[in-house]
């Protein structure tokens, strides 16, 4: 059993051998990866699952982790590294306010100094798409990110499936209309948000790019996302 947030279950699961099942117990502050797979937050439920045959989920490994809901540059990226450095979070979560610091922080990524990333991508099947100067760029392995935030409406664990998802926004007007379309949930309708499906892909020249894996920054030239079975007690 494994007690934590998205990180501490992250960090887990890269050495907990993949045919070994897991129950987990979310006790982190934004518990995407539960929220999607609708996990309770109740130990009766949790002490119940385990007595019935676990479920087959999907998360993606790399040369140094997993990802278990997102990889993200560009604007997510941006603010989580910029929240980190503040000591103004330290002080907003003890009145339950932390979630604050981000609000403040994304609003100074949109007006003052927007988050770009430029990236190569080659998929699966050896196409490579080369992507300049992108606002938002997310490969989505479940449905949240940023505490309860959509990446895309079909993403779930239980498929072997990174959903891409990426958009310019070139001025600030249409930065505005793409985090709206993932807070308003409008994804599929929103014309400036390009969406691809993948099985496994290969992202290179970041090293002038910031990578955040499931809320935390991570420092690499290159990443590999390869699919790997798991069995959680749901």
């Known amino acids: 059993m494994i007690l934590g947030g998205d990180g501490t279950l992250s960090k887990v699961l890269y050495y907990l051998p993949a045919d070994i099942p897991f129950a987990y117990y979310p006790v982190g502050s934004g518990n995407d990866f539960a929220r999607a797979l609708g996990l309770k937050k109740e130990l009766t439920h949790l002490i119940e699952s385990t007595k019935q045959a ?5 998360v993606y490994t790399y040369q140094n982790g997993l990802v ?8 997510a990226s941006w603010v989580i590294n910029h929240v980190e450095q503040y000591q103004l979070k330290a002080k907003l979560n003890k009145y339950h ?10 609003i100074q990524c949109l007006i003052k100094k927007p988050a770009f990333a430029s990236l190569c991508l080659e998929t699966e ?22 505490s309860g935030v959509m990446i895309w409406p079909h993403g779930t664990a ?4 990174l959903d891409c998802m990426y958009a ?3 001025t600030l007007w249409e ?9 308003l949930k409008v994804h599929e309708h929103f014309p400036y948000l390009q969406h691809h499906p993948y099985k ?6 970041l090293e002038k790019s910031l990578i955040e894996i499931d809320g935390e920054i991570v420092s690499l030239d290159e990443v590999t996302l390869i699919p790997q079975k798991r069995y959680i007690y749901l």
């Open 97 to 106: 306010l932390g979630k604050l610091t981000y609000i403040l922080t994304a």
């Open 168 to 170: 310019k926004g070139e």
């Open 54 to 58: 676990p479920k087959e989920i999907t």
């Open 158 to 161: 239980y498929l072997e499936q």
């Open 175 to 183: 930065r505005v209309l793409v985090l709206l379309s993932l807070v």
């Open 68 to 75: 278990l809901n997102s990889l993200d540059l560009g604007f």
């Open 125 to 146: 099947a050896g196409e490579v798409l080369e992507l300049r100067n992108q606002f938002f760029f997310s490969l989505a392995n479940n449905t949240y990110f940023g």
């Open 200 to 205: 496994s892909v290969t992202i290179k020249n």
